[in-house]
């Protein structure tokens, strides 16, 4: 059973745990096949049901669906539209720190931070309020005849900014952040870092989703602050369309990420900026 197979992925033991992390936005998602019956109109009638929370509505471009493939097969394959592509839709509340983004052929939940003060709800939180968009969704789907929410692939992505001055003052002192990656010497025929941008993957036991991981510089919205974008997405399927191997493989890829994101940095950053508690 795919539900075995996970509860298998799963370490164990109690997960790394920080007082101050550096998350900033969490995104939970799914993707399934195309509903063809979606049109236009069902995103306000949709957006009726979630509107009380949910009172700000923005058009977005659609995203483009990848899917991942393990062994002789290509890593990403792109999904062909048959019809023209309508847009996705963001769903905004008022606090402008949840989104309930749709489209025909993919639901997602974001948790961000919009103000410093604005702190991580934690994981519970932020998955419970997409199941329950999620199953509210469903219901919709089936009242109005539009087929069946036939899941292909799960996602889930955490971004963390790391402002300049905590844990690092320039790009070269990435790895005073990063315990993989240092950039050592100045006695070199190179000049200093102009741009970073890093990319790994891993895959995850019984190959379940892969975990892709990426590291670049970049500069904050509300104060042009330095800081080192580092993002954590864990993309799969279980290979049971079940409600609980979903939520099993929610869980797993969760722990991935924390798990990857406390082997990824350094021991100092982790003790000194975000005080870890475990």
């Given amino acids: 059973m795919a539900t075995d197979r996970l509860a298998e992925d799963k370490v164990g033991g109690q997960l790394p ?25 069902h995103f306000g009638l949709f957006w009726e049901r979630c509107k009380a929370d949910y009172p700000s509505c923005q058009e977005v471009a659609p995203l483009i669906p990848l899917i991942e493939r393990f062994g002789e097969e290509s890593t990403e394959e792109i999904q062909a539209f048959n019809d023209l592509p309508l847009p996705r839709v963001w769903f905004l509340n008022n606090q402008d720190t949840g989104i309930i983004q749709l489209q025909r ?11 410093p003060t604005d702190n991580y709800p934690r994981y519970r939180t932020v998955i419970d309020l997409f199941k329950r968009h999620l199953e509210s969704f469903a219901t919709f789907v089936n009242e109005h005849k539009l087929g069946a929410i036939d899941a292909m692939q799960y996602e889930m992505t955490y ?8 844990g690092w003052n ?59 974008l580092f993002e954590l997405t864990v993309r799969g399927f279980p290979g ?10 929610f869980d797993v890829a969760r722990e991935w990420i924390v798990r990857g994101f406390t082997d990824l940095t350094t021991e100092e950053i982790q003790k000194s900026v975000w005080r870890r508690t475990r």
């Fill in 159 to 166: 971004v963390n900014h790391i402002p300049q001055g905590e």
């Fill in 105 to 115: 052929d993919r639901f997602l939940h974001n948790w961000k931070k919009s103000k």
């Fill in 170 to 228: 320039a790009l070269s002192d990435l790895g005073k952040v990063f315990r993989d990656h240092r950039w050592v010497g100045t006695d070199r025929f190179l000049p200093s870092i102009e741009h970073l941008n890093l990319r790994t993957s891993f895959e995850l036991p019984n190959r379940t989703a892969r975990m892709h991981v990426s590291i670049r510089d970049g500069r904050r919205k509300d104060d042009m602050k330095p800081v080192f």
């Fill in 17 to 41: 745990d920080y007082e101050n992390p550096p998350v900033t936005e969490v995104v939970c998602g799914i993707l399934f096949k195309t509903l063809d019956g979606f049109r236009i109109p």
């Fill in 240 to 249: 049971e369309p079940s409600q609980k191997s979903m939520w099993a493989w």
